[in-house]
T-cell receptor, first 113, second 116 residues
């Protein structure tokens, strides 16, 4: 069965500093990995994904994520955080060829000015 | 372009009353459709998914049911609501096939249900 772990409930970072939001996963076979962002009382928005190819993927709003197969991780990163990045971030996984996308518990990112 | 609509946006219902949440997608055909529930502003729980009209897969045995009467319509229902059914319900769709948006989910704005 697929599963996703986001070990941090909240990440605090100062504006302008780099940020990392952690994610590890478990899946049979090759994974599709995703990051989504949610603003209060809104639906989720897609940020980026890893399907195959380069381990470093770039997405919307300057975010990137690195796929590490040996560590089964897919951490979200951004070189310089903005106050407007403050939101709830979800990591998600889908098995190759599958229909179900399973989400982590979410990590709340707080960027202080 | 594709859009997804969910309604109602907010719903307050007494325990034991019925429920119907509706989701429609425009601008695409034969999408995969999903219902998720988010409790207390945190993790998403997959409730149902559908790969075609009349085809529903249930992930969690519970008080809810789903139906897909038309290609781009997905309905979440309950005959008798429980307190534990309160939450934020999100509908989503994904494309079938193609590489560019493979696996991506596109979410509606959600329906907040409070059961009293």
């Amino acid at each position: 069965a697929q599963s996703v772990a986001q070990p941090e409930d909240q990440v605090n970072v100062a504006e302008g500093n780099p940020l990392t939001v952690k994610c590890t996963y478990s899946v049979s076979g090759n994974p599709y990995l995703f990051w989504y962002v949610q603003y209060p009382n809104r639906g989720l928005q897609f940020l980026l994904k890893y399907i195959t190819g380069d381990n470093l993927v770039k997405g919307s709003y300057g975010f990137e994520a690195e796929f590490n197969k040996s560590q089964t991780s897919f951490h979200l990163k951004k070189p310089s955080a903005l106050v407007s990045d403050s939101a709830l971030y979800f990591c998600a996984v889908r098995e190759t060829g599958g229909f179900k996308t399973i989400f982590g518990a979410g990590t709340r990112l707080f960027v202080k000015a | 372009s594709q859009t997804i609509h969910q309604w109602p946006a907010t719903l307050v219902q007494p325990v034991g009353s019925p429920l119907s949440l509706e989701c429609t997608v425009e601008g695409t055909s034969n999408p995969n459709l999903y219902w998720y529930r988010q409790a207390a502003g945190r993790g998403l729980q997959l409730l149902f998914y559908s790969v075609g009209i009349g085809q529903i897969s249930s992930e969690v045995p519970q008080n809810l049911s789903a139906s897909r009467p038309q290609d781009r319509q997905f309905i979440l229902s309950s005959k008798k609501l429980l307190l534990s059914d309160s939450g934020f319900y999100l509908c989503a769709w994904s494309v079938i096939g193609g590489r560019k948006r493979l696996g991506e989910l596109f979410f509606g704005e959600g329906s907040r249900l409070t059961v009293l």
